[in-house]
């Protein structure tokens, strides 16, 4: 009777925890899908070259990447330009991509890979910040944008504006299918409107 009884205390106890550690992932990944600002769709590579020749990058300077889906603007700013690159990336899949294609470029010294959400992100080392999301989250992310850039921080968004911000140039870029997409440069305090 006894040793039945330690039985089901054992299978209860397994039970609780695989729930506990599965209940915890979903979690996150509840999470990550929450707050996804933007669906993962890469930049095409004339057009990651055109951002940053608009970004007028130095050697030492910082650029983020905000949402940074496989890595490929990051790798692109560190070999051209040696900057110094950071992503942010919510999806801990293309986080863990990302990871994977710096370390095949040799990269790891100078890009940086967090798996985590731009909106909870300090973006104040930034000297360039490049966006390819969604007009709606480019809103979301202004606030942000404003309380983190330090003066003279570019910022090159890839098909979406920030609204309620002037750009100081935009650049039409042919796109997939022969569609064509505008990318925009803002530079920080000029591009911010004041009210
Ligand atoms: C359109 S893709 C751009 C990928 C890459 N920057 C490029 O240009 O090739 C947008 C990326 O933003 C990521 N994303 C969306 N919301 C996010 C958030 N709140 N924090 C971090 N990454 C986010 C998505 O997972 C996706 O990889």
Same mark, same amino acid.
């Given at each position: 009777? #006894? =040793?039945?009884?330690?039985? =089901?205390?054992? @299978?209860?106890?397994? %039970?609780?925890?695989?729930?506990?550690?599965?209940?915890?992932?979903?979690?996150?990944?509840?999470?990550?899908?929450?707050?996804?600002?933007?669906?993962?769709?890469?930049?095409?590579?004339?057009? %990651?070259?055109?951002?940053?020749?608009?970004?007028? @990058? +130095?050697?030492?300077?910082?650029?983020?990447?905000?949402?940074?889906?496989?890595?490929?603007?990051?790798?692109?700013?560190?070999?051209?330009?040696?900057?110094?690159?950071?992503?942010?990336?919510?999806?801990?899949?293309?986080? +863990?991509?990302?990871?994977?294609?710096? +370390?095949?470029?040799?990269?790891?010294?100078?890009? +940086?890979?967090?798996?985590?959400?731009?909106?909870?992100?300090?973006?104040?080392?930034?000297?360039?910040?490049?966006?390819?999301?969604?007009?709606?989250?480019?809103? *979301?992310? #202004?606030?942000?944008?404003?309380?983190?850039? #330090?003066?003279?921080? #570019?910022?090159?968004?890839?098909?979406?504006?920030?609204?309620?911000?002037?750009?100081?140039?935009? *650049?039409? *870029?042919?796109?997939?299918?022969?569609?064509?997409?505008?990318?925009?440069?803002?530079?920080?305090?000029?591009?911010?409107?004041?009210?």
């Amino acid at each position: 009777m #006894r =040793f039945r009884m330690l039985r =089901f205390g054992i @299978l209860i106890s397994t %039970v609780f925890f695989a729930s506990a550690i599965a209940g915890f992932g979903q979690r996150r990944n509840l999470s990550e899908f929450k707050n996804n600002l933007a669906p993962f769709v890469t930049s095409p590579g004339h057009a %990651v070259d055109k951002m940053l020749n608009m970004a007028n @990058l +130095k050697p030492g300077e910082t650029l983020y990447d905000l949402g940074c889906g496989d890595g490929r603007i990051l790798i692109a700013a560190a070999e051209k330009y040696r900057v110094k690159a950071v992503g942010i990336e919510i999806s801990e899949h293309l986080a +863990k991509t990302a990871v994977d294609n710096v +370390k095949k470029h040799g990269l790891e010294d100078q890009v +940086k890979i967090v798996h985590g959400d731009f909106m909870q992100t300090d973006l104040s080392p930034a000297d360039v910040v490049t966006l390819y999301l969604a007009t709606a989250a480019n809103e *979301s992310l #202004r606030p942000n944008l404003e309380r983190y850039l #330090r003066p003279n921080t #570019r910022v090159v968004s890839y098909d979406y504006p920030i609204p309620g911000w002037k750009p100081m140039d935009a *650049s039409a *870029s042919e796109g997939r299918h022969g569609v064509t997409h505008t990318i925009y440069l803002y530079q920080v305090p000029n591009s911010i409107v004041k009210k």
